[in-house]
């Protein structure tokens, strides 16, 4: 972490292919995709083949106010906007694009074939040398049905994340701020706010279900700190601060355990662990159950019992 120093030149060209692409539309096309370019040629991640051409196939999507990217195509947008390179790291790169659906109550469901509705919330993309896919995901709300829900605004289906999944996963699309995708001549996007996407990461670190993948916890360490040091710690305002803690125990409970279980501690400066300890203030942390390395010896049926 220590490498991914900001380049203050590769950021202001950022920002001037950010203001091209939202005041100045179809005029600058040239001159936006040169810049695009530069950008490129200076290890800016960026997103690969198959992820871009589902991104920009889907555009239309992405212009609505309620679709956020998520996940590490947001990670390369906010490198992008620091201007900091990284050349050739896992942690920075994908072969799939997380698409978030805002909503702030639930919907109907539209009733149609299985099938069909998983292939509209999950769109894919082939071609002889590259794969990727393109989930599109919405928050679950209760009593609402579970897997596949329709969103009749965006006239698309989207699989729903439950609460127990993704305990933060509401509070990351709440607030958003609109970026540009390095793709083509720059495409508009909204991203969720640093801090929130930040946060999020350190709680999916420790999930059951992320722990059961080798390089994903240390991925989304990683994205979080990478995060962090580009930030200052006034960005949890008590009002964040807040609505994080309205999240409930288990999201508090699971950044506590990412600070406290994080290798890269030590890179994170003591001020950011005083914030992030004010997130996580009055919930203890359960204590982690350790399962034992060695198989449990249970005897046949019919045998004594092996225990002394």
């Known amino acids: 972490m220590s490498t991914l120093i ?12 950010k203001e ?56 390369q947008i906010y490198l992008a906007h620091a201007g900091i390179a ?65 969103l009749p605004d965006l006239n698309t289906y989207a699989f729903t994340m439950p609460w127990k999944s993704a305990p933060s996963f509401s509070f990351l699309l709440q607030e958003s701020v609109s970026e540009v995708i390095l793709l083509g001549d720059g495409l508009p996007v909204r991203v969720p706010e640093p801090i929130r996407f930040a946060l999020h990461k350190l709680v999916c670190s420790v999930l059951p279900a992320r722990r059961d993948y080798l390089l994903k916890p240390g991925k989304d360490r ?11 710690t006034s960005a949890i305002s008590p009002a964040l601060r807040e609505e994080f803690r309205a999240c409930g125990a288990p999201a508090c409970r699971h950044l506590a355990r990412a600070v406290e279980e994080c290798e890269e501690r030590d890179l994170l400066q003591a001020d950011w662990l005083g ?19 060695f198989p449990r010896l249970c005897p046949a049926p019919g045998c004594a019992s092996l225990a002394p």
């Open 6 to 17: 900001p380049n203050v030149h590769l950021a202001q060209k950022y920002q001037d292919l």
């Open 86 to 150: 990284v050349k050739d790291s896992y942690f920075a790169q994908t072969y799939d694009v997380d698409i978030a659906i805002r909503r702030y109550a639930p919907v109907a469901n539209k009733r149609m074939r299985p099938r069909l509705s998983w292939d509209i919330a999950q769109r894919r993309y082939y071609n002889d040398y590259f794969s990727a896919q393109m989930d599109l995901l919405t928050p679950h709300f209760p009593k609402e049905p579970k897997g596949i829900v329709w």
């Open 20 to 75: 091209m692409v939202y005041s100045d539309g179809d005029k600058s096309g040239s001159t936006r995709r040169r810049l695009v370019q530069e950008l490129y040629d200076a290890d800016i991640p960026y997103p690969m083949y198959g992820v871009g051409q589902l991104v920009a196939c889907h555009g239309k999507l992405l212009q609505h106010d309620d679709a956020l990217v998520i996940g590490t195509t947001a990670f």
């Open 275 to 293: 914030a992030l300890g004010s997130l996580t203030e009055g919930f203890t942390r359960k204590p982690r159950k350790i399962e034992p390395s």
């Open 222 to 232: 990683k994205q979080a700190l990478t995060v962090l040091a580009q930030l200052d």
